[in-house]
């Protein structure tokens, strides 16, 4: 079948949708009309449109000359219909008229059907969209294509007591005989069809805020008012410094933040009606940890910076989807590092840069941008790749090019293509327009080859030399590998005795002169902005390690990241590893990100040998750990920075959990029952360590209490807590409760995750793989197609002692799945377990 086959004709383009539905929830259908005002550039007896799960009752094609009635013929297999007419229309104008009955669906896609428990544990239904990336055809018949821009009126017949939401502002709501109203909504700016929504239920929005001229509203479910301020303060501070930055007025009348109970994303930018899982929207900032609500700033900031880079500028194609997300990304990080500067947005950004850098280390990787022939394959896009490794390429260029420069460029490009399509490469000529800079250039071979680079820097003589070389965590190179050869690698460096002046430095080939050790020892990837891995000559380590207060916060987090890698890839031994977690160690350095990855390796290092709470590793990660623990202390101090409070639940998590450290165990049981006895809530800040270390250690009692917590949460963010405890639990008959709950307990949308956590703990994995190998089918059957291969990303955790025997049958599991949307993210998966299982092979030989 040729690629032509799944795309719409580009001379027949809509410019103006009316579109009228009228949902039935309860009985979980809708029916309704669409009017599409289309230009013809030729003569045409056939119109193809998109239409998926919808039966076509009536379709006329109206011109100039009157009223042609038209067949319909329905394509499935590429989600099309086709209108035939007995005589050609066109050239011109013409508008057809189609009329439709559909079902609200249970597959959290296209037009479907979502629902709470009220007060009274009874099930309250609403109807909603998620239209990203070919859904909108499941709603109504369209031209599903993003260069398709049309502008979209839209009007609502609902239940007389419903609330209503579409992109548009309400513009007027007639009550009808029948107990229903019709709301109507302005029409919206020219935009793509993904981005249509319409949220219709028992819901409630908050009071307006003003920010400028635009009114912003939460909507939630009814008696979560008092979660909604924080969103409000997030999303008002993203429109200012958004419309700050880009020098362009936001491009809608209005903006609702919609919390939606069952949603397979994180988040959606529909133009002016964005949705959100709950979890990621509200929260009780007094009764939250900073983490917590960094993620609501992080989410609410990356869709609001959509309505200018998706929303006003839309990519022509699939392919493209990665700059979309990329540079929301990167734009999600600016706002919340603008929003509270004491939390260091783009030190804890390093993690998420080092997971992408670990996906990209696999030689099944992938480019970041690739061809897309159907609409399906850009569902693979949304990945590490796409969101992470894409944000920080555009960092490392910002920091190249100069923050100014950079975004005087995005303001230029953004001017240009508003209301339209670009390309990727649009963005790039824009920048070289402003800057001189060659960024097509740099750019090109970041985008269209997979992979990284590590950076070897050497002394020869008094000369400090760069070269680059492929990085990979398993040597041997298959002949298909997706890792490039060579990257235009933009190298920050500074002298480790000077802090302020730093070089930019163009690597354009496989090694280069970067300066004289005479001038000073180097630090490459100075400040921490680069996309690669670097690694010192040992002589050059020494010093830096000898300096290592020298380091800013980000520096120290890339040279133990960087180390881990090496020790990954089999490149240097565990014990590199822990000399510089010695140097952490040593000077109680109380950065979040640094020892994020050192505990992360500690627990790897476990997980392979099977460790219990007596064995010298488990003792060498006490002592690692003590004196960081002894300079935060065990309870939060008033007037510390967040960061603290953060990093001390981490270590105390480790303490308990992985140490079993009595004390913490005991003063974790102690806090946990004063919120069992309603004595004392839990300290925000501490709840996710004692939680996790109390189930870790707990029992039946323990379990019956969370269960509960999770069944009847006092807030979205309450519920993701106690849901993720229950994947914590130890016991085998607890594990095998919590289990049967991914089936049929456990949202959906949740349940994949509660798997793949469950999955990463030794204690757990091997219960939850055959459990998982057991249901896979069903699992495949009723969770949302996204997020199955979320769960699997637990798989390649599947190194211990006593899994390792089972590696024949992980294999072959992983090599049969048939896992919807996944693209080559299986492989990569199965590429990791193997690069893991190396790794624990090489652990055991070395600590043995």
């Not at 992360?600 to 064995?615: E, F, I, N, Q």
Request: hydrophobic share 45%; net charge negative; aromatic share 10%.
């Amino acid at each position: 079948m040729s690629n032509a086959s799944y795309r719409l004709s580009e001379s027949i383009r809509p410019n103006r949708y009316r579109l009228s539905l009228a949902p039935d929830i309860e009985a979980a259908k809708f029916a309704g009309t669409v009017e599409i005002d289309v230009d013809l550039d030729h003569p045409t007896s056939e119109i193809r449109l998109n239409a998926v799960d919808l039966e076509i009752s009536a379709a006329h094609v109206m011109t100039g000359g009157g009223q042609l009635a038209a067949t319909v013929s329905l394509d499935p297999e590429n989600e099309m219909v086709a209108l035939s007419l007995d005589s050609p229309v066109g050239p011109g104008q013409a508008t057809l008229k189609l009329a439709f009955t559909g079902v609200l669906n249970d597959l959290l896609a296209g037009f479907y059907r979502s629902s709470y428990k009220d007060d009274g544990g009874n099930t309250v239904w609403i109807a909603t969209t998620q239209f990203e990336s070919t859904d909108a055809r499941r709603a109504f018949p369209c031209f599903d294509e993003p260069a398709m821009k049309a502008v979209f009126e839209v009007e609502l017949t609902v239940d007389a007591g419903h609330l209503a939401i579409s992109n548009g502002a309400e513009v007027s709501s007639e009550i009808l005989g029948d107990g229903r109203k019709r709301v109507c909504f302005e029409p919206t700016m020219a935009m793509s069809s993904y981005l249509v929504a319409f949220i219709v239920g028992p819901l409630v929005a908050t009071e307006p805020r003003m920010v400028g001229g635009t009114p912003l509203r939460v909507v939630h479910r009814p008696g979560w008012e008092k979660l909604t301020t924080f969103a409000l303060d997030a999303g008002a501070h993203a429109l200012e410094f958004l419309q700050d930055f880009f020098s362009i007025p936001y491009p809608a009348s209005k903006l609702d933040l919609i919390a939606i109970p069952d949603f397979a994303f994180g988040a959606m930018e529909n133009l002016g009606a964005v949705t959100f899982r709950e979890s990621a929207l509200l929260v009780d900032a007094q009764a939250s940890s900073q983490p917590e609500r960094e993620r609501i700033v992080d989410v609410v900031s990356h869709e609001i910076a959509h309505m200018w880079f998706g929303d006003l500028v839309t990519m022509k194609w699939w392919n493209g989807i990665w700059l979309n997300e990329a540079f929301a990304t990167y734009m999600e990080t600016l706002t919340t590092d603008h929003f509270e500067p004491a939390w260091r947005k783009w030190n804890s950004f390093g993690i998420y840069r080092a997971a992408a850098q670990a996906k990209d280390s696999l030689h099944s990787t992938r480019p970041i941008e690739y061809p897309v022939a159907k609409p399906a394959d850009c569902a693979a896009m949304f990945d590490v790749l796409t969101y992470e490794k894409g944000g920080s390429v555009l960092r490392m260029l910002e920091r190249y090019l100069g923050t100014d420069r950079m975004r005087q460029g995005i303001s230029h490009y953004l001017n240009r293509y508003s209301y339209s399509n670009a390309e990727t490469t649009d963005l790039w000529d824009a920048l070289e327009e402003v800057t001189g800079e060659p960024v097509r250039a740099i750019m090109d071979s970041w985008v269209f080859q997979g992979g990284l680079p590590v950076v070897e820097v050497s002394v020869r003589g008094n000369e400090i030399w760069a070269r680059q070389a492929p990085f990979s965590f398993l040597h041997e190179r298959p002949e298909d590998s997706a890792i490039g050869e060579s990257w235009m690698v933009p190298l920050s460096v500074r002298k480790l005795n000077d802090y302020d002046d730093v070089r930019q430095v163009l690597l354009t080939g496989e090694e280069q002169s970067i300066g004289y050790l005479s001038e000073g020892v180097p630090v490459v990837n100075a400040h921490g902005p680069g996309y690669y891995r670097v690694a010192y000559a040992e002589e050059l380590l020494t010093r830096i390690l000898d300096s290592f207060s020298h380091l800013d916060e980000l520096e120290r987090f890339n040279l133990v990241s960087d180390s881990w890698a090496m020790v990954v890839a089999g490149r240097a031994p565990f014990s590199s590893f822990l000399s510089i977690a010695s140097a952490f160690s040593a000077g109680a350095y109380p950065e979040v990100a640094g020892w994020t990855t050192i505990l992360g390796g500690l627990r790897a290092a476990a997980t392979a040998l099977g460790t219990g709470p007596d064995s010298q590793l488990v003792a060498t990660a006490k002592r690692l750990i003590e004196p960081i623990l002894a300079k935060l202390g065990a309870a939060p101090v008033v007037g510390e920075p967040e960061t603290h409070g953060v990093l001390r639940a981490r270590i105390l998590d480790a303490m308990g959990t992985l140490v079993r450290d009595r004390e913490v165990i005991e003063m974790a049981r102690e806090a946990f029952r004063a919120e069992m006895s309603k004595e004392g809530p839990l300290e925000p800040s501490l709840a996710v360590a004692i939680l996790d270390t109390v189930a870790v250690n707990g029992d039946e009692a323990d379990y019956a209490f969370v269960l509960d917590r999770f069944r009847h949460p006092e807030s979205p963010i309450d519920e993701q807590r106690f849901r993720s405890t229950l994947a914590s639990f130890e016991v085998p008959a607890l594990v095998t409760r919590t289990l049967a709950m991914t089936l049929d307990g456990i949202r959906s949308q949740d349940a994949p995750f509660v798997i793949a956590r469950m999955l990463g703990d030794a204690a757990t994995q091997a219960l939850t793989f055959d459990f998982m190998v057991s249901n896979f089918e069903r699992m495949v059957e009723i969770y949302p197609e996204s997020t199955i291969v979320h769960m699997l990303e637990g798989v390649s955790a599947l190194y211990s002692p006593e899994m390792r025997d089972s590696a024949e049958r992980v294999r072959g599991f992983l090599a049969t799945a048939q896992v919807p949307e996944a693209g080559k993210r299986v492989a990569q998966i199965a590429e990791r377990y193997e690069a893991n299982l190396a790794l624990a092979r090489r652990l055991t030989e070395e600590l043995a």
